[in-house]
């Protein structure tokens, strides 16, 4: 038996949501690259004609490169644990997989296994928003989590103190994946629903806002953010490159925000918007 395998070199700003889409043609095992990821899936159970409409839409994405083979079946949940490394944030967070064995002790400790989902903690974004929660008081606050994927942003907040998190994705396994992932951590505080901001049930106002997307749906999806902050909540965002901060700062300002800090880790970049 054979594995198609699809391998995608692409803008790493684009990394999650063409494994999005791509996804839904019917591939269902991701591993990231240097250049961008690899899909498989078993035999040639994918659709092509949908996996055609995607290069398609994002033929304007450069660079963006497709190539396709077959290979022989592997197990792909070894090859992932072979490849998976524990991570260390600020000496104060370790997000590990379940196999992993580390016996020095952390204050936060976050059990994460991804499937499809997106959020381990590898991408510099993640470490990014991780690394700023833990400066950031979530003691008692409600907390929303915009594009959850792992949920590990969720776990983060609940393992900080939060009173309840609201949390929400596009994708459906992140929904499932997200769930198994706060349940595994003892986080009881944490509801998932599956849609994006404008789709789910969203009540009242929320004290902390956390959305680790991209710049194109963040400045998309500011306006309607801000509304659900309360008097002094704040807005932690990322998933975009240092370069991109000032505009995304601009945005804010028309509807009352302020920077309060952004913090960089190598091209990446977070930023910590407040209510004026």
């Not at 990231?32 to 995607?54: C, H, M, P, R, W």
């Not at 992932?80 to 370790?94: A, G, R, T």
């Not at 700023?132 to 776990?155: E, F, P, W, Y």
């Not at 998932?192 to 969203?202: A, M, P, T, Y």
Request: glycine share 6%; hydrophobic share 40%.
């Amino acid at each position: 038996m054979y594995s198609t395998r699809l391998q995608v070199i692409c803008d790493p700003e684009f990394t999650e949501i063409l494994m999005a889409e791509v996804a839904e043609a019917g591939f269902d095992t991701f591993i990231e690259t240097e250049k961008g990821f690899e899909a498989y899936v078993e035999g040639n159970q994918f659709d092509q004609s949908l996996l055609s409409d995607i290069q398609e839409k994002y033929k304007h994405v450069k660079p963006l490169l497709f190539f396709q083979d077959r290979i022989e079946k592997q197990n792909w949940n070894e090859e992932w644990e072979k490849n998976v490394e524990p991570i260390f944030v600020d000496n104060q967070c370790l997000v590990r997989a379940s196999f992993h064995k580390i016996e020095k002790k952390y204050p936060y400790e976050i059990i994460i296994t991804p499937k499809m989902s997106f959020g381990t903690g590898h991408h510099q974004t993640t470490h990014l928003m991780l690394s700023r929660q833990m400066k950031m008081d979530h003691r008692n606050k409600r907390v929303m989590d915009a594009g959850c994927g792992t949920a590990i942003l969720s776990i983060m907040a609940s393992k900080l103190g939060a009173k309840e998190v609201e949390a929400f994705d596009i994708d459906e396994w992140s929904v499932e994946n997200g769930e198994e992932n706060a349940q595994v951590n003892g986080c009881k505080n944490i509801h998932i629903q599956l849609g994006k901001i404008d789709d789910v049930k969203l009540d009242g106002k929320f004290d902390i806002i956390l959305a680790n997307i991209n710049k194109n749906i963040l400045l998309a999806e500011m306006k309607t953010y801000t509304s659900y902050l309360s008097k002094e909540g704040q807005l932690l965002l990322s998933g975009f490159y240092a370069q991109d901060i000032d505009d995304l700062i601009k945005e804010g300002h028309k509807y009352g925000l302020k920077a309060i800090a952004h913090d960089e880790r190598e091209t990446w970049a977070c930023l910590l918007l407040g209510v004026q």
